[in-house]
Antibody, heavy 119, light 111 residues
Framework: QVQLVESGGGLVKPGGSLRLSCAASGFTFSDYYMSWIRQAPGKGLEWVSYISSSSSYTNYADSVKGRFTISRDNAKNSLYLQMNSLRAEDTAVYYCARFVGEGEYGDYWGQGTLVTVSS | QSALTQPASVSGSPGQSITISCTGTSSDVGGYNYVSWYQQHPGKAPKLMIY???NRPSGVSNRFSGSKSGNTASLTISGLQAEDEADYYC???????????FGTGTKVTVL
């Protein structure tokens, strides 16, 4: 069965960096787009970024453009989110999800990892 | 890109049917059949319930159905059960952004 497991979250100071990882299993990782979605405490969902199956195509929310970088390693069945210049408003649970590009939806989601940006 | 508009809360008694609306514009909900719906229980990850307006993934109860009219998409839950109490979010492709856009979210309460 499809399984997505995020890791790498934690407490970081404003201006700091963090790298999130998402380990995928149960499907042919290299065949699928992947995405990151976040949810601030007590708030709604926000699409953060997605990446095509071969890494040739990436997109970002305006709120993270220039600060976050999505990448993947198909040999390791892993998705990453490098987060730089972190701000308090980046505090959220970050979910990875398998992304169906044709229909623009996430069909399988991980359990999430919490990122807290605070001094 | 502004979030799609959903009612903050909807409630119903067990066995009843409820409908959650998701209102956008012709640039998103009204212009494309790329609306999806997600269920989120407290402290849990979202779960896909409906994709491409009205399609149900394997394993999702047929008590959940989706539709669209104009710029408004709807999720209907029939035969409401206690386990349906959760937050629900719509999402749509939008031509105004490179990423889809979520709705504001609706808390469903089973009375």
């Amino acid at each position: 069965q499809v399984q997505l497991v995020e890791s790498g979250g934690g407490l970081v100071k404003p201006g700091g960096s963090l790298r999130l990882s998402c380990a995928a299993s149960g499907f042919t990782f290299s065949d699928y787009y992947m995405s990151w979605i976040r949810q601030a405490p007590g708030k709604g969902l926000e699409w953060v970024s997605y990446i095509s199956s071969s890494s040739s195509y990436t997109n970002y929310a305006d709120s993270v453009k220039g600060r976050f970088t999505i990448s993947r390693d198909n040999a390791k069945n892993s998705l990453y989110l490098q987060m730089n210049s972190l701000r308090a408003e980046d505090t959220a649970v970050y979910y990875c999800a398998r992304f169906v590009g044709e229909g623009e939806y996430g069909d399988y989601w991980g359990q999430g990892t919490l990122v807290t940006v605070s001094s | 890109q502004s979030a799609l508009t959903q009612p903050a809360s909807v409630s119903g008694s067990p066995g009843q049917s409820i409908t959650i609306s998701c209102t956008g514009t012709s640039s998103d909900v009204g212009g494309y059949n790329y609306v999806s719906w997600y269920q989120q229980h407290p402290g849990k990850a979202p779960k896909l319930m409906i994709y491409e307006v009205s399609n149900r993934p394997s394993g999702v109860s047929n008590r959940f159905s989706g539709s669209k009219s104009g710029n408004t998409a709807s999720l209907t839950i029939s035969g409401l059960q206690a386990e349906d109490e959760a937050d629900y979010y719509c999402s749509s492709y939008t031509s105004s952004s490179t990423l889809p856009v979520f709705g504001t979210g609706t808390k469903v309460t089973v009375l």
